[in-house]
């Protein structure tokens, strides 16, 4: 799930798709297809014109276009990306699987920074902040702090 200007992006069950949630009162306003591509697909992001999905077995990260779900850019190979964010330039994701948060630099495609995670970490997002993990196995959220993030904060 990913907060952006005052939504919530969800990609539930399948087919997939994208539902914008106001969380004023809980409505859908709009959803958008995501077609046979996503089906092996689990993490999200989703910015002003593009989505990001995250794959749940080892391949690519992949951002598409909002409007016709072309693919714009791949990053990876990744173990898997069950949760994604992007803060500036770098794109964050965690793996079940492998029970890591990794950074990725947006410009080169390069892997920056990988960290072990307690528990078994699937959707992700940043306040801001910190950085924040859904531990599936514990069933909480958690928060990452990072000495690399401290100067990420948004005003």
């Not at 999905?53 to 598409?64: A, D, R, T, V, W």
Request: charged share 20%; glycine share 12%; aromatic share 8%.
């Amino acid at each position: 799930m990913e907060q952006l200007s005052r939504r919530l992006h969800v990609a539930p069950g399948h087919p997939k798709r994208i539902r914008v949630i106001d969380p004023a009162d809980g409505h859908i306003v709009r959803e958008i297809g995501l077609g046979d591509h996503a089906e092996g697909m689990g993490g999200l992001f989703v910015d002003g014109t593009s989505y990001w999905l995250g794959p749940e077995q080892e391949g690519m990260i992949e951002q598409h276009s909002l409007g016709d779900n072309t693919v714009l850019a791949t990053f990876g190979v990744v173990p898997s990306a069950e949760g994604i964010t992007i803060i500036g330039s770098t794109l964050w994701y965690t793996s079940y699987r492998q029970r890591l948060l990794a950074a990725v630099d947006l410009r080169t495609g390069q892997e920056r920074q990988r960290y072990r995670l307690p528990g078994d970490p699937t959707g992700m997002c940043w306040d801001g902040a910190q950085l924040w993990y859904s531990d599936y196995m514990h069933r909480q959220l958690c928060a990452v702090h990072l000495p690399v993030l401290e100067n990420a904060a948004i005003p």
